[in-house]
C-alpha cells in the first residue's frame, strides 16, 4: 500500500508539472504494447519472454530541438529459469509494476521523429508462477545437491531503477515507439538478504538484471 501511494503522488506530480508548462507542441499520449523481457543472470539459466505495458506520458518543450517526456506505465514482463532436462525444470515467471519515467528527447525531425534517452524507477510486485509450477527445481547446491525451488525466488526487490534508449516515429497524433530498457538494480538483491537461500545457492549472491525490448504505439490528445 505505501508504494502504490507512492507511485500515485510522484505520477500525480509529474503531470501537473507538464500541464503547468503547457505550451504549443506539449502532448498527453496515451499508449500501449508489446514487450520481451530477458534476464542476465549469472546464478540461474534463462530464457526470455512476451508480456506487454501501457500508460501515460507528457510530452513537453524543453529547449529548441529538445523536449522532455514525463510518464507512467503499468507493465507485465515474462521470462524463465531453469532448463528442461533431468535436473532441472524450466520454469516461467511473472513481474508486475509500475514505472516512472524521465526521458530527455532529441527532436530529429520536429513532430515526426525522436530520440528518447534517460532514467526510469521501477516498483515491482512478487513474481508469480503458476500454482503448479510452484515446486519446480530451477537450480541445485553443487555440493549438497540441495534444490532451489521456484517458491523460493517469488520476493524479489520492490525498488529497481533501469536506463531507457529509444526512437519514435510518426505524427503528432500516432507514434509508434521501439525502445529498450536495461535494468542497473539486481532484481534478486532482496533474496540475499536470507542465508538459507544463499546457503543453497553455493554461499553466493543471487544476481539478475532485466533487459526489455518494447514496441508501443503512442496516442497524443
Not at 78 to 101: A, C, D, H, M, P
Not at 114 to 133: C, E, H, T, Y
Request: proline letters at 1%; hydrophobic letters at 35%.
Amino acid at each position: 500500500m505505501k508504494n502504490l501511494l507512492f507511485v500515485c503522488v510522484l505520477a500525480t506530480s509529474l503531470f501537473s508539472f507538464g500541464q503547468y508548462g503547457y505550451r504549443d507542441g506539449n502532448r498527453i499520449g496515451i499508449s500501449g504494447g508489446i514487450s520481451n523481457c530477458t534476464i542476465y543472470s549469472s546464478t540461474f539459466d534463462s530464457k526470455p519472454g512476451n508480456g506487454f505495458a501501457g500508460g501515460l506520458s507528457v510530452r513537453g518543450n524543453y529547449y529548441n530541438n529538445w523536449s522532455m517526456i514525463y510518464g507512467m506505465q503499468f507493465f507485465e514482463s515474462n521470462f524463465s529459469l531453469g532448463k528442461n532436462g533431468i535436473e532441472t525444470r524450466e520454469t516461467e515467471f511473472s513481474l508486475q509494476g509500475v514505472q516512472i519515467r524521465l526521458l530527455f528527447s532529441y527532436n530529429v525531425i520536429q513532430d515526426h521523429v525522436s530520440i528518447d534517452f534517460g532514467p526510469v524507477l521501477q516498483v515491482n510486485g512478487k513474481l508469480s508462477v503458476n500454482k503448479s509450477a510452484e515446486n519446480n527445481v530451477i537450480k541445485y547446491n553443487n555440493v549438497t545437491e540441495a534444490p532451489i525451488r521456484a517458491k523460493d525466488v517469488l520476493d524479489v526487490s520492490t525498488i529497481g531503477g533501469a536506463f531507457y534508449f529509444g526512437v519514435s516515429g510518426g505524427t503528432k497524433v500516432v507514434r509508434l515507439v521501439a525502445f529498450y530498457q536495461y535494468g542497473f538494480t539486481n532484481l534478486f538483491n532482496k533474496l540475499n538478504k536470507n542465508t538459507d537461500l544463499t546457503a543453497l545457492n553455493n554461499t553466493e549472491n543471487f544476481k539478475g538484471n532485466l533487459g526489455t525490448i518494447n514496441a508501443q504505439v503512442v496516442f497524443n490528445l
